[in-house]
């Protein structure tokens, strides 16, 4: 069984796709260790990437090729100011050279030594190899990005069915919804008391309080930047941002000079019945503004879906519950962890794999469950909410025209924003015992629909939206 921390499914990053940006950044990393440990690094004199399936098909839109760069100059994607991300890019382009792993300079020709095939590999459409040229002999690693900035090596052991194993180490080890449900009837806690329970296992109290405010500040951060920012997207779609838009009308002439003190104004200003969907639906086009922008985020399963899990808890502190504090927050976080690991271990978070209904679908599931749990529902009833999000996602293909995480993805987080405060409401009224659609069911059937959903729907731009809009009119 899987064990997979809160921590792993909230990442902090840089857009625009974790699992074409901080995937293969990660993987770029995880190489140059590998090297390391080999003794090899100090002698490669020549270095390239081979990109394959889905990556290399929308690589160039996801930034693909920029996190590659990014990951072998050594640049940490949680910590680096974004604002030098284009000035490290720019360094290699001109001078053909990269700093590798900002220890020595090696000769790189982005437009060359990237390789964009069309092949997919076997195991996952996101496949990459690196391969390092000692004394004219080249030696090969191969990585997968599975969606969400997990990576896995090719070598790792998989077993007959295709299966990487896992070992898991927590004290209460759920692989579905019902064997959370035990524990939560077992131990008398709430969802999100399960999981601490967990998260305690392998680190202090104080360090889990610490990253999750660190997450939750992030994602604020994130929003004010969306909000306060105007102008068009890169990539030459020519999209225009609307969170300002949106944000200066329903905010009006209201001052403030930090994101904490914008918090504490919204939360003070009148919202009518109308612009409450406009609200949810600004903080989470901000989010995925500035995820299309190489901005900082918070990988909420992906980077294409993050702007679902803050705009929910934003509802929830602005609309719900003026006194909400840190509590909320962690309880918030702890519980949508959770539900996102459910169905990565029963499906999948990767829309090269499942389309958008593993990553809008599963954010909007995550936020659902941990909405519902804030509100006061049972932890029967946050399984219930979470079912009901993903039962309304199913079947959704992914198909970001140019490849760039715009179009559709930007408003299709809004979308999963306000279906999870429905499916949250829902929940609420719902008698748990009535329900007909278990949560495993759904985590069950999403996978079915993703293993038969064609090729062409999974992140690799070549039907529905992406070839139904004639580039040359945007
Ligand atoms: S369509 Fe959905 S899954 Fe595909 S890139 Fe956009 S947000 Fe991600």
Not at 182 to 204: A, M
Not at 293 to 306: D, E, H, Q
Request: charged residues 20%.
């Amino acid at each position: 069984m899987e064990c997979i921390s809160v921590f792993d499914m909230l990442k902090i990053g840089v857009g625009p796709s974790s699992s074409h940006t901080l995937g293969p950044w990660r993987a770029a990393e995880r190489w140059i260790k590998e090297l390391k440990e080999n003794n090899r690094f100090d002698k490669v004199e020549k270095i390239t990437v081979d990109l394959y399936g889905s990556l290399s098909l929308t690589g160039k839109g996801h930034a693909t090729d920029y996190a590659v760069m990014l990951g072998l100059s050594g640049a940490d994607p949680e910590y680096i100011p974004v604002d030098i991300i284009d000035v490290i890019i720019a360094d290699i382009k001109t001078n053909n050279s990269l700093a590798f792993n900002n220890e020595k300079a090696i000769a790189f020709n982005y437009k060359t030594d990237i390789i964009f095939n069309r092949k997919f590999l076997p195991y996952h459409s996101n496949g990459m190899t690196f391969t390092a040229t000692i004394n004219g002999r080249n030696y090969k690693s191969t990585y997968y990005s599975i969606g969400g900035g997990f990576v896995v090596q090719e070598e790792r052991k998989i077993s007959k069915a295709n299966k990487i194993i896992f070992y898991c180490t927590f004290p209460y080890p759920t692989q579905k919804g019902d064997d959370l449900l035990k524990f939560c009837n077992d131990l008398k806690l709430p969802i999100s008391g399960v999981v601490l329970e967990n998260e305690k296992s392998i680190r202090e109290v104080a360090s889990i309080d610490l990253e999750l405010k660190r997450i939750w500040n992030t994602m604020l951060e994130c929003m004010y930047t969306g909000c306060h920012t105007e102008g068009n997207l890169p990539g030459g779609l020519n999209v225009r941002r609307r969170a300002y838009d949106i944000h200066k009308n329903l905010i009006g002439d209201s001052t403030y000079e930090s994101p904490q003190q914008w918090l504490e104004t919204i939360r003070k200003t009148e919202v009518k019945f109308r612009q409450i969907l406009k609200w949810v639906s600004c903080f989470a086009l901000a989010v995925n503004e500035v995820n299309a922008s190489l901005g900082r985020v918070v990988t909420a399963p992906t980077n294409g879906s993050a702007g679902v899990i803050p705009a929910v808890l934003m509802y929830y502190m602005v609309i719900e519950n003026h006194e909400a504090d840190f509590e909320h927050i962690k309880k918030f976080l702890l519980v949508s962890g959770e539900i996102g690991s459910i169905f990565k271990k029963g499906a999948t978070i990767s829309a090269a794999m499942g389309g958008c209904q593993a990553e809008i679908g599963v954010s909007s599931a995550m936020a659902a469950g941990a909405l519902c749990e804030l509100l006061g529902g049972t932890p029967e009833q946050v399984l219930v909410a979470a079912e009901i999000a993903m039962e309304h996602h199913l079947g959704l293909t992914c198909d970001p025209i140019g490849g760039l995480v715009q179009i559709p993805c930007i408003e299709r987080n809004s979308m999963g924003a306000i279906k999870a405060i429905n499916a949250a409401e829902l929940a609420l009224d719902t008698d748990p015992k009535n329900v007909k659609v278990p949560l495993d069911k759904v985590v069950n059937t999403m996978w079915e629909t993703a293993k038969d959903m064609n090729t062409k729907y999974k992140e690799t731009s070549e039907g529905g939206l992406a070839v139904g809009v004639n580039l040359s009119d945007c």
